[in-house]
């Protein structure tokens, strides 16, 4: 028998930590983790995932599913996802241990073999001007996006959404913004003047892979998509919902591949393309899953393949997760580091590398680097 999980261990920490740093905006969230820094009943429950999962937002997410399954417990009147207005107050540890050993057994299968997988369409924010910018560099406007990590493959439906860009002087759009049902987002947009307005570009083929993806055909795999968003955020929650829609209407243009090995899936699908297209690569927040190992070998076979292929690798990482040897860029004042989308490609034999954009992990605001 294990000896349950204390208020003083480093678990414990981690939740008193996600309360303080992570989601200083989400009062029911921070309440959740701070009760649960103190409880070795609900610490234990995290000792049911795989150690890299074992982590609050994961049982956070486990929680939020229950509510979204619409599971009849007085703890729904905390959730603004389910219509709750209350507050955060001293009867809600109470009310969360109850709910939590009324669906223990579920919790569990949950906390077993979920993972904490978002899709954020926010990105295609950044995903639009970046596409723009390879279609002029290669003066090619037909792109073939291969969508590595994709998760349920909602940033493959990138030309389906609306754009409206705000910046100090303008206000812009592009997409699809006015067409009924089609979600729109909203960024701000700091330094350089965008590249939108010249060319025109398409995606003529498109395809996801991941190792877990999401099948959005299945009630269960969409209620965990919108469990892992925080329940204060109806913003969000809206956009995911009008994103799954639309994607549920063209099962043909958000196809993922289950694939262990996505770099193989990727070299497969090279191989398949028609003449005259430009292949594009693109990881959004994928390689902190790689261990160091993984991402080693990773980065060198696809270094092989940009040497043998006309492949752009577009990358939207942590700053720690850039191209070796490429210098932090200046971040627009205010702005947090966050987000650094780079883009790599192979010319005259030799590997070339540059920033494109900063931008917020959800896409809010972005900040273009590339002239
Ligand atoms: C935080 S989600 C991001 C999903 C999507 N790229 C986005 O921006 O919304 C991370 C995704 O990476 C996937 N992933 C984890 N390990 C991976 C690997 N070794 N190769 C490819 N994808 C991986 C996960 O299954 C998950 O869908």
């Known amino acids: 028998m294990t000896t349950p999980l204390t208020k003083y261990s480093p678990r414990a920490q981690e ?14 969230y921070q309440a959740i983790c701070r009760f649960t820094a103190e409880s070795a009943e609900l610490l234990d429950l995290l000792d049911a995932a795989p150690p890299t999962q074992a982590r609050p937002n994961l049982l956070l997410a486990a929680l939020h599913e229950r509510v979204l399954a619409g599971v009849a417990h007085p703890i729904a009147a905390y959730y ?36 904490t997988q978002t899709n954020e369409i926010g990105r295609c924010a950044v995903l639009w001007p970046a596409l723009q910018s390879i279609a002029q560099q290669r003066a090619q406007p037909k792109l073939a996006l291969f969508d590595f990590g994709s998760s349920a493959g909602l940033n493959l439906g990138v030309d389906d959404y609306g754009y409206r860009y705000h910046s100090a002087q303008a206000r812009f759009e592009a997409g699809a913004v006015g067409v009924p049902g089609r979600p729109v987002i909203d960024c701000q947009w700091l330094g350089s003047a965008p590249p939108l307005s010249v060319g025109e570009w398409r995606l003529v083929e498109r395809i996801g ?10 009630a269960a795999a969409r209620r965990w998509l919108a469990a892992c968003l925080w329940p204060h955020d109806r913003e969000r929650a809206q956009r995911l919902q009008q994103a799954l829609a639309l994607a549920q209407q063209r099962p043909e243009q958000r196809r993922v591949l289950q694939a262990q090995d996505c770099v193989a899936a990727l070299e497969a699908w090279l191989c398949r393309l028609p003449q005259g297209v430009q292949p594009v690569l693109f990881n959004s927040w994928v390689l902190h899953y790689l261990d160091a190992e993984s991402l080693v070998a990773m980065r060198q076979r696809l270094a092989t393949l940009m040497q043998q292929s006309a492949l752009m690798w577009l990358s939207a990482e942590a700053p720690a997760l850039r191209p070796a040897g490429l210098e932090l860029p200046a971040l627009a004042q205010g702005a947090t580091p966050s987000t650094l989308w780079t883009l790599q490609w192979t010319e005259a034999g030799t590997l070339r590398q540059r920033a494109l954009a900063w931008s917020h992990p959800h896409g809010r605001w972005l900040q273009w680097l590339a002239a």
Do not use: K
């Open 15 to 28: 939740f008193r930590q996600f309360a303080e740093q992570e989601c200083p905006q989400d009062p029911l």
């Open 209 to 218: 892979a991941d190792p877990a993806a999401i099948d959005i055909r299945d």
């Open 80 to 115: 603004p996802s389910v219509g709750g207005t209350r507050m955060p107050d001293a009867d809600l540890p109470e009310t969360l241990l109850d709910f939590v050993r009324s669906e223990r057994v579920a919790l569990l299968a949950h906390l077993r073999t979920r993972h």
